[in-house]
């Protein structure tokens, strides 16, 4: 009776590392609806105005990036101011307009990269208090553990001295049972918490909707276009990247709802899935910086006297 009693007082012990999981909830008010249009209208590319700027001097590669920030048509007047004669004032204001919209998109970019870390920090935030409840149960845990081998072996060593060696041995039973029935929670452990994410970037690139609401225009379709009918775009090939290192998971996958409960790995997980989307996105400003040296490499005609502007 009092090896029962004193393995019942060590019990709640090992209780304590379950009752202190503490729900936790990460909102979205700091990161959701950042980012905001700075090009509300992007103009579709005229009829064979991609192949006018290839003659015109520009590369495949920049005319690509043209069309995704609705640049095109600035190009074109760029072009056929070079071709007036005069001096260099019109050539200059095409020029500094097709600069202008470069760096609008520039901009777009920083702004959906900076929207990617901070939806990353958050998820951060809700690991470390998991990983934090996680030590603190473990460690309650363990102490739980090293209590009852303590009164296991205390009590089965005095009913041994006593002549008790049948209560003894079922005092050891009762023990050891209890030990590893503190140990496999350790096993089991693993809490989760409340993510919610109204911008949910990860499900617009998985989706895809005809228009996002939380990408820039032209990030949003610098991702979605195609080079060419049945080509993948550059979205599928971020959700293809996600496939192929294992972090998606293709059956209601819950990174993608607005708010869900999520453990450590799933985190770690949507974090992996940020980082990959965050690196293709920044090659973005690659291509933006190509056109840019294509547009700003071409030369200004001199003024010629004689000739009005």
Request: contains cysteine.
């Amino acid at each position: 009776m009092r090896a029962a009693l004193l393995l019942a007082c060590a019990l709640p012990l090992a209780g304590c590392g379950l009752g202190e999981r503490r729900v936790t909830d990460i909102g979205d008010n700091f990161c959701a609806n950042r980012l905001r249009a700075s090009v509300l209208h992007l103009p579709a590319p005229a009829p064979g105005e991609a192949e006018r700027l290839l003659a015109g001097g520009f590369s495949a590669d920049a005319i690509e990036t043209a069309e995704a920030i609705g640049v095109m048509g600035r190009m074109q007047a760029l072009i056929e101011a070079e071709r007036r004669p005069g001096n260099g004032v019109p050539v200059i204001l095409a020029r500094q307009a097709v600069t202008d919209r470069v760096l609008l998109a520039l901009l777009d970019v920083q702004a959906t990269l900076a929207t990617i870390d901070c939806e990353g920090e958050r998820a951060d935030q809700l690991r470390g208090q998991l990983q934090r409840n996680e030590a603190r149960r473990a460690r309650n845990l363990g102490l739980a553990g090293i209590l009852i081998g303590a009164s296991t072996a205390a009590l089965t060593g005095g009913l041994s001295l006593a002549g008790a060696t049948a209560a003894g041995d079922t005092v050891g039973i009762i023990g050891g049972s209890t030990e590893a029935g503190v140990a496999s929670m350790l096993l089991f452990g693993g809490g989760n918490g409340m993510l919610r994410t109204r911008a949910n970037l990860l499900a617009e690139i998985y989706r895809q909707p005809a228009q996002s609401t939380l990408f820039p225009p032209t990030v949003w379709r610098y991702l979605t276009r195609r080079d060419a009918p049945g080509e993948a775009n550059i979205a599928e090939e971020i959700v293809a990247e996600w496939r192929a290192a294992g972090l998606l998971e293709e059956a209601d996958d819950p990174l993608f709802r607005p708010e869900a409960r999520l453990g450590i790995d799933e985190l770690e997980r949507r974090d992996a899935m940020l980082d990959l989307t965050e690196a293709r996105i920044a090659l973005m400003s690659r291509d933006l910086r190509q056109l840019l040296e294509e547009v700003t490499s071409r030369p200004i005609p001199r003024y010629r006297r004689g000739i009005g502007p």
